[in-house]
């Protein structure tokens, strides 16, 4: 009782003074250990987001020189009928991908979630389009779409159909660039999908059998719902590539025929090196960063929706 009291006494003032410092230096250390990233992480990324915006509110003149600030560069932007053209693409693009892509991942992750030797060379099978660099899938599919001579017309001549033009028309261009993408993301969203399956506790399919669900009812009221958290993230991941993958679209068609495969991240490259145009370019980046999150984040809310995580 008498070791209470006196450890519970009022410290003198010098007493206060050293256990405050000592607090002081010890709840820093973690964010000291942590400064070198973040100054990196400020550096590299907050700092051109930083200049982005300012520089899609900067309207300059003739030789670059700055002569006011506004919201001009917007103004020319939503004016840009290449700019509407590279956003309804965009949306096209990202709907088309997206979705079946998603689709697809779920599907082969179920299919595949037992840990057998056949599925195991299955599923490395269709991880291998993860492996290879985009640029190098696309100039695999130029040749495969390579009108008349390729081997998608080559076998479908087979079965009677002409020959098409895949990357040559506008009307099909955009479609044949969906394919690409399917074809290269699916995979590694089945990845995803296949860790979410992991987590789902054994015993609720159990259940499940034992009161008579079959496949499909399990699939639907056990499997989607409990695997919302992991479509959340892929979601997520899928949008940001399809505002970021432009590599194919550069190599295969340049955004042409006619601006008909055009994205926004090729029409932010093309204002900023081609036409030296920095102000539309910065306004079109504040766009698609923009509409980005705003997307991210109401996927997010509405994959959320219900959830319940239990530890």
């Known amino acids: 009782m008498t070791d209470l009291a006196i450890y519970q006494a009022p410290p003198d003032r010098c007493a206060a003074g050293l256990a405050v410092r000592f607090r002081l230096g010890m709840l820093p250390r973690a964010y000291w250990l942590l400064l070198p990233s973040l100054f990196f992480l400020f550096l590299f990324t907050y700092v051109p987001v930083l200049e982005a915006g300012l520089q899609a509110v900067t309207i300059q003149g ?20 290449a700019f509407i053209k590279a956003l309804t693409n965009n949306i096209v693009y990202g709907v088309g991908t997206l979705a079946p892509s998603l689709a697809i991942a779920v599907i082969l992750a179920v299919a595949l979630e037992e840990s057998t030797r056949l599925n195991r060379m299955l599923r490395t099978l269709f991880v291998f389009p993860l492996m290879l660099p985009l640029v190098a899938a696309a100039t695999l599919f130029a040749f495969i779409m390579m009108p008349g001579v390729g081997l998608l017309d080559h076998y479908l001549a087979k079965l009677g159909i002409a020959s098409t033009n895949w990357l040559g028309d506008p009307d099909i261009a955009l479609y044949s660039i969906i394919g690409l993408t399917i074809w290269k993301n699916a995979g590694y969203y089945m990845l995803f999908a296949l860790a979410g399956l992991q987590s789902i506790p054994r015993d609720v399919y159990e259940a499940a059998r034992l009161d008579g669900a079959g496949p499909v009812r399990r699939f639907f009221t056990i499997t989607l719902p409990l695997l919302k958290p992991t479509l959340a993230f892929i979601v997520v991941i899928a949008l940001i590539n399809v505002v970021t993958q432009v590599d194919h679209v550069i190599v ?11 994205l926004l991240l090729n029409y932010i490259y093309q204002a900023a090196h081609e036409q030296s145009d920095t102000g539309l370019a910065a306004a079109a980046t504040v ?21 319940h995580y239990e530890s």
């Open 252 to 262: 295969l068609t340049s955004g042409g025929p006619s601006n008909s495969t055009n």
């Open 287 to 307: 766009v698609t960063v923009t509409l980005l999150l705003c997307l991210s984040f109401l996927s997010m809310r509405t994959l959320e929706r219900g959830m």
């Open 62 to 81: 003739f030789g670059g020189k700055i002569t006011g600030y506004g919201l001009d560069n917007f103004r020319r932007l939503f004016g840009d009928a």
